[in-house]
């Protein structure tokens, strides 16, 4: 492989080097790539396998009295039925689609007017096109650095003064930071979480750097469940894959600490657990609600005075000037309808 370059396909349809590739024809040929895997008839082709993992939640569906394999998994969530999901859909996906449209027509003028400025020919819109055109116009529409921001989102802060800081005023609950307990890594945090009439309600970890041997993206962890059988209190943890500056403060992304708020609402549902069986404790609850906590939580994270407590700068106190995150929230909401691929794996 003297001189050249390799482009390895990562775990996820979306491929990041199609934001940057100029190389229109390169783009084409890893997005091709990158959607055939598994479908290309050679030995790495599933296509037979899917087809009997089909068959056999078919006939496992009905051994236990369901019309479809949709039915039965559905029993037990909060949808129910196959009817639910697809009225829920159906709402859904009219205005989807147009927004989706409305963002390709931006695109598209974007490609217009730079292959007239080259005195090309224009191409229409596609799909290998969507990363590297929507870089450029959120470059062009949301004119803003991120590490403009940076500062004001010192880690311990984040978590200490804002996350923490909405759970106190929200749920009476205060923390108080032990250093006392054995840890598996010098780096995590460890907190007793109190109701607000001074009882213990759990034990909070908060592990946030990334390191070689912890998997990507950022989820929470219960290490001990409440139950009234056994009498535990909750060890819940928070696991996240922030980078650990060399030396210096851990300044965060807004992404970071939004993600940093809806890890936390995971642990809230795990902490204020009430049941006597651990089977049913903390997240054991059906698929589709359980990210609810978790959506909600992420509420707080720019919620006026949450974000005045917390968003301060490391060195100076100064109070973060507030048009600096209203272009923050402004690109955020960009290109929805086509999740960038930095997102694409969502933090669960
Ligand atoms: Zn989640």
Redesign the pocket.
């Known amino acids: 492989m003297d001189g050249k370059y390799v482009i390895a396909l990562l775990n996820t349809t979306g491929q990041p080097p199609e934001a940057q590739l100029q190389d229109r024809a390169v783009r084409e040929r890893l997005y091709r790539a990158s959607v055939a895997r598994g479908s290309r008839g050679n030995a790495y082709d599933n296509t037979a396998i899917v087809s009997q993992v089909l068959k056999l939640r078919a006939e496992k569906a009905k051994m236990l009295g369901y019309p479809t394999y949709a039915a039965y998994v559905l029993a037990d969530e909060t949808a129910k039925t196959p009817e639910a999901v697809n009225a829920m859909l159906t709402q859904l996906a009219p205005p989807a689609v147009a927004n989706a449209r409305r963002e390709g027509a931006v695109l598209q003028a974007m490609i217009d007017k730079e292959q007239a400025a080259k005195s090309q020919p224009t191409f229409p819109l596609e799909a290998w096109d969507w990363a590297y055109y929507a870089e450029k116009v959120r470059a062009e529409k949301y004119d803003f650095d991120e590490s403009q921001l940076k500062p004001y989102f010192e880690m311990k802060n984040v978590l200490e003064n804002g996350v923490f800081y909405a759970a106190g005023q929200l749920y009476g609950l205060s923390f108080k930071q032990r250093t006392d307990l054995p840890v598996y890594n010098p780096d995590v945090l460890v907190y007793d979480v109190y109701n607000a009439d001074g009882s213990q309600l759990a034990i909070f970890i908060a592990d946030m750097y990334a390191r070689p041997s912890k998997r990507g993206g950022a ?2 962890n219960s290490y001990v469940e409440q139950s009234a059988l056994t009498g535990n209190l909750p060890i819940v943890a928070n696991h996240l894959n922030i980078t650990k500056p060399a030396s210096g403060p851990t300044l965060l992304t807004w992404d970071e600490v939004t993600t940093a708020f ?2 936390f ?2 642990a809230l549902h795990g902490m204020f657990s009430n049941v006597k069986y651990p089977y049913f404790s903390g997240t054991s609850v059906p698929r589709d609600f ?2 609810f906590p ?2 909600v939580n992420e509420m707080w994270a720019d919620w006026p005075s949450v974000l005045a407590n917390y968003a301060k700068h490391y060195q100076t106190g100064e109070a973060m000037p507030k048009a600096l995150l209203d272009k923050v929230l402004a690109s955020s909401k960009f290109n929805q309808a086509s999740p960038p691929p930095s997102i694409s794996a ?3």
């Open positions: 989820w929470m809806h890890e609402g995971h359980v990210e978790s959506q969502r933090p669960c």
